[in-house]
C-alpha cells in the first residue's frame, strides 16, 4: 500500500511540474497519461501507520527528482496527522484548478496565443462563460484585422462570433493577395462572383510571373484554366527544360493540371538520377511524381544513398531510401546492437525505425523505454523528446520509483 502512495506522490509530483510550464512547453500527451493514471492508483487509510513511519516514506519520495505534492486532504488520516503532513511544507493539489489556471496564463499573454492554448483544453481544461466571452473575443479580433490564419487557430478551440460566414466572405473579399485569399478560404469563405474575376486575374498573373504555387493556389480557390492550359503546359515544359530543374515548382504545376510531354522523359530520369547521386530524398520523391522512371545506375545510387546514411547513423534517411527501392544496409547483428544503444542513448524515434526494419529485441524493451521516458521528464524536458518515447509505448512504473525509494533508504542508514 505504501509503494502505491509513494508512486503516486512522484505521478502527481511530474504532473505538478507539468503543469506548472508555458504551453508551448507542455506535452499533453504526457498530462493526460499522468492523470488516468493517478485517478487509477487505490490508496486506503494510512490510520494504522506512525506519523513516523510516514514521514520516513515522504524523506524518501524526495529524492526522486520530482516535487512532492501530496492529495492530504483527499486521504483518509486523522486530522492531527495532516496537520503535521502540512506543516512539512507540503499541501494539496487540485488538478483541474492547475489545469484551468495554465489555460488563463496563455489568455493573460500579449497577445494571446490561441494555438498554446489548445494545450491546456487538450489536457481537459474547462470552458466557462468567461473564459468562452474571451475565445470569442480572440477569434472576432483577428477577423477585424484580417489575420485569418490566427483565427483558425481560435475557431479550433470553439470561438464564434455572429455572422460569422458572412464577415468570413468580407475577408476574402478584400483580400489583395493569393495567400491570405487562400486562407480565407480554408477557413470556410465562399467565392463569389466577383472573387472569381479576382481569382482568374491573379492566375494569369502568376503564370506570366512564374509563380507556381500561387498558380497551385488559384487554381485550388477554383480558378478557370479556360483559354490558359496552353500556358500552363509551356510554363512547366520551359521549367523542364533547364539545367537544374525545381521539382517541387514542376510538382505544383502538375497538380495544377500542367501536362508532362513523353519527350520529357528522359529529362525526368536523369533528374531522378542525380537526386540520388546527391542523396536528396525529397528531390527523389518528387521526380518520382512527375513520372521518372528509376534506371540500374539509378538504383545503384539509391544503394550507394542508403550506404552512406547508416555509415552516418541516420536511421530515418535509412530507412526512407529502404522504402523508395534501396537494399538494406544493414546486418541483423548491427540492427539489434544498435536497438539498444539507440535507447539507451535517448533516441527513441532513431530506435522505433530499427524495430521497423527488422531489429529483434533480445532484452527488457518495456524497462528501456520506461527508463528512457523517466529520463526524458527528469533531464531533458523537451515535449518532442517525451512524446517519443511514449509513441513508443514508455510508461511510468511502480519499479522504478520503488527503486529510488529503497535507493533513499539504504543511504538515510
Excluded at 72 to 86: H, R, S
Excluded at 203 to 216: C, E, I, M, N
Excluded at 248 to 270: C, H, M, N, R, W
Aim: overall charge negative.
Amino acid at each position: 500500500m505504501l509503494g502505491n502512495i509513494a508512486y503516486r506522490d512522484c505521478m502527481q509530483g511530474i504532473l505538478y511540474k507539468e503543469l506548472a510550464k508555458d504551453g508551448d512547453d507542455i506535452t499533453p500527451e504526457l498530462s493526460k497519461y499522468l492523470i488516468d493514471e493517478i485517478k487509477k492508483i487505490n490508496v486506503k487509510s494510512l490510520e494504522e501507520y506512525s506519523i513516523t513511519y510516514i514521514n520516513k516514506k515522504l524523506d524518501a519520495i524526495t529524492n526522486c527528482q520530482y516535487i512532492p505534492v501530496s492529495l492530504i486532504d483527499d486521504l483518509e488520516l486523522p486530522g492531527v496527522l495532516k496537520m503535521m503532513l502540512n506543516g512539512s511544507g507540503l499541501h494539496g493539489l487540485d488538478i483541474q484548478r492547475k489545469i484551468n489556471n495554465g489555460l488563463k496564463r496563455e489568455f493573460d499573454k500579449d497577445p494571446p496565443n490561441p494555438f498554446h492554448m489548445k494545450v491546456w483544453l487538450d489536457i481537459g481544461a474547462k470552458i466557462d462563460t468567461e473564459v468562452k466571452n474571451k475565445l470569442d473575443s480572440g477569434l472576432k479580433r483577428m477577423i477585424e484585422s484580417n489575420n485569418p490564419f490566427f483565427a483558425r487557430g481560435w475557431l479550433s478551440l470553439g470561438a464564434m462570433i455572429p455572422d460569422f460566414q458572412q464577415k468570413l466572405n468580407e475577408g476574402l473579399q478584400k483580400a489583395t493577395t493569393v495567400t491570405k485569399a487562400k486562407q480565407w478560404c480554408d477557413l470556410g469563405a465562399s467565392v463569389d462572383s466577383d472573387v472569381q474575376l479576382k481569382l482568374n486575374e491573379w492566375l494569369k498573373q502568376s503564370l506570366k510571373q512564374k509563380l507556381a504555387s500561387d498558380v497551385l493556389d488559384c487554381v485550388a480557390m477554383g480558378a478557370t484554366l479556360e483559354n490558359l492550359q496552353q500556358q500552363l503546359d509551356g510554363f512547366l515544359s520551359s521549367m523542364l527544360r533547364e539545367n537544374r530543374p525545381d521539382p517541387t515548382d514542376a510538382v505544383y504545376l502538375k497538380e495544377a493540371g500542367a501536362k508532362i510531354k513523353p519527350e520529357f522523359q528522359t529529362i525526368l530520369d536523369s533528374n531522378l538520377e542525380r537526386a540520388a547521386q546527391e542523396n536528396s530524398i525529397t528531390q527523389f520523391k518528387h521526380w518520382l511524381k512527375l513520372g521518372a522512371k528509376k534506371t540500374d545506375k539509378t538504383r545503384h545510387f539509391i544503394n550507394l544513398a542508403a550506404q552512406y546514411y547508416a555509415e552516418d547513423n541516420n536511421t530515418p534517411g535509412v530507412k526512407e531510401w529502404i522504402g523508395l527501392g534501396a537494399n538494406n544496409p544493414y546486418s541483423q547483428d548491427n540492427l539489434n546492437a544498435m536497438l539498444q544503444a539507440k535507447l539507451q542513448d535517448n533516441q527513441p524515434n532513431s530506435a522505433a525505425y530499427l524495430l521497423e526494419l527488422g531489429a529483434e529485441v533480445y532484452f527488457d524493451i518495456q524497462a528501456e523505454l520506461n527508463d528512457g521516458l523517466l529520463r526524458a521528464i527528469n533531464e531533458d524536458g523537451r515535449p518532442s523528446l517525451i512524446r517519443e518515447w511514449l509513441d513508443m509505448g514508455a510508461r511510468l512504473s511502480r519499479r522504478q520509483f520503488c527503486k529510488r525509494v529503497e535507493k533513499a533508504d539504504v543511504s538515510s542508514n
